[in-house]
């Protein structure tokens, strides 16, 4: 490694080669390896490429569009924001040139897998959004379960007798990943429908009596969960190409 000046402070020079103790003193370094061995592998893969072409015109675009956005129309005013923030055009450029690179490539590497993946997770991805009345003996589970069956409110009875925390909520749980909740529950969900009782289960030596709400569904059509989905395999297949390199650190 070249020990030729990294950085000046207040005038002193600060080699490569003593950024790279500094990172190791203050165990930063695995992080520091870790998103220059990243930005080496995505960047490699980009240039390997031929279908990653950007037009032109969607960059400039997005450029106007930012300036316009952050009111940095006026050249000076850029020039200050671009020196502010410890970059220059052409940098900036290229920032922006990557992101929709990036975005390209992760489409492309996990467009046949995303099918595939998405079925794997389904099942912590559909969510279900539960009431529950929790006590600590059978009987009294069944004595409301029989209340609320002839009538009476389960949100009333929720907040009188209730030992769970969203008692205060009526019994009403939020959301709640279908792949979270215990297996006895999850078969009593999946065999039941909104608006219907499920029958006591004892939890953690308490017991729950339990009305489903409502089933939440995930879909592959949602742009919000196939892009977190997309973001996921990328991150595993980068994580594969860089556990796959041979890398030397080398200090003068």
Not at 176 to 204: C, F, H, M, Q, Y
Request: no cysteine; aromatic share 8%; proline share 3%.
């Amino acid at each position: 490694m070249e020990s030729s000046s990294f950085l000046t402070v207040n005038d002193q020079e600060i080699t490569l080669a003593e950024v790279v103790k500094y990172l190791q003193i203050s165990g930063r370094l695995g992080n520091f390896m870790s998103d220059v061995l990243r930005q080496h592998v995505i960047e490699q893969e980009i240039s390997a490429r031929t279908d990653i072409e950007i037009s032109s015109t969607l960059i400039e675009q997005t450029i106007i569009d930012f300036r316009l956005k952050n009111q940095l129309t006026d050249a000076q005013k850029f020039q200050e924001w671009l020196t502010n923030n410890g970059t220059d055009y052409t940098t900036f450029h290229t920032s922006i040139t990557l992101s929709f690179q990036l975005e390209k490539l992760k489409a492309l590497i996990t467009e046949s897998k995303l099918p595939e993946y998405f079925i794997e997770k389904k099942i912590y991805l559909d969510r279900v959004i539960l009431s529950r009345i929790l006590v600590d003996s059978r009987e009294l589970a069944e004595e409301l379960q029989t209340q609320i069956e002839e009538g009476s409110s389960f949100e009333q009875l929720a907040k009188e007798y209730s030992l769970a925390d969203e008692r205060v909520f009526n019994g009403m749980m939020g959301p709640i990943s279908r792949g979270t909740i215990p297996d006895i529950l999850r078969a009593a969900v999946d065999s039941t429908s909104p608006g219907k009782l499920i029958n006591p289960i004892e939890i953690e030596g308490r017991f729950a009596l339990f009305r489903l709400e409502q089933i939440l569904p995930a879909s592959l059509e949602d742009p919000q969960l196939q892009q977190s989905l997309k973001n996921e395999l990328f991150e595993k297949w980068l994580g594969d190409k860089i556990q796959n390199l041979t890398v030397k650190i080398q200090l003068d």
